[in-house]
């Protein structure tokens, strides 16, 4: 079975300091990866995913996240933070149903804070 | 408009009340989902389908009844509602193929008095 965890259910960082959230998966098969961040009162959208190629994996809004194998890892990073980066991030992982297509396993959620 | 939404965004209901909250679907997504968000719990599935008339049992299903009649639409029934079921609900759409990507509809706030 997919299982992913979150360390740190809250991190803070300051204004222009590096963003570091961090996501350790374990999964029977090769993942497909995700990142997705919740703002207030609003739904999951997509920051980027990893399914193959690349391991470095840029997305939306600076983010990038580097899925490492020997580390069952896929860490997220942005190297300054902006105030509106303040949100819940939720790391994911797939897990393949049918015809290729799969289910999506969520990790707690990191709730991410940007001081001043 | 295009888009995944759901219905309504807030719900104030009453112990053993049956509720249902509406989720739809403008692409034909064949793949819809319903999570809940609970505070240290993350998102957690409850059902999910594969298409009209297919259903399937999510991590958490006990309670709670859904239906697939058309693509477009995926309600999620609460057959009576008890205070462990106070949450956000999450509906979601993927297509099954390709972009690999969930899109997910605003929410539903539920609250059991």
């Known amino acids: 079975a997919q299982s992913v965890t979150q360390l740190g259910s809250h991190v803070s960082v300051s204004e222009g300091a590096l963003v570091l959230l961090r996501c350790n998966y374990s999964s029977s098969v090769p993942p497909y990866l995700f990142w997705y961040v919740q703002y207030p009162n609003q739904g999951l959208q997509l920051l980027l995913k990893y399914t193959t190629g690349a391991t470095l994996v840029k997305g939306i809004n600076g983010f990038e996240a580097e899925f490492k194998k020997s580390e069952t890892s896929f860490h997220l990073t942005k190297p300054s933070a902006h105030m509106s980066d303040a949100a819940e991030y939720f790391c994911?992982?797939?897990?393949?149903f049918g015809a290729g297509s799969y289910q999506l396993t969520f990790g707690k959620g990191t709730k991410l804070s940007v001081i001043p | 408009d295009a888009g995944i939404t759901q219905s309504p965004r807030y719900k104030i209901t009453e112990t053993g009340r049956q509720v249902t909250l509406m989720c739809h679907q403008t692409w034909s997504h064949s793949y819809m989902f319903w999570y809940r968000q609970d505070l240290g719990h993350g998102l957690r599935l409850i059902y999910y389908?594969?298409?009209?008339?297919?259903?399937d049992k999510g991590e958490v299903p006990d309670g709670y009844v859904v239906s697939r009649s058309k693509t477009e639409n995926f309600p999620l029934t609460l057959e009576s509602a008890t205070r462990s079921q106070t949450s956000v609900y999450f509906c979601a759409s993927y297509s099954g193929t390709g972009n690999y990507g969930y899109t997910f509809g605003s929410g539903t706030r539920l609250t059991v008095v």
């Open positions: 389908s594969a298409a009209a008339d297919i259903t």
């Open positions: 994911a992982v797939s897990s393949p």
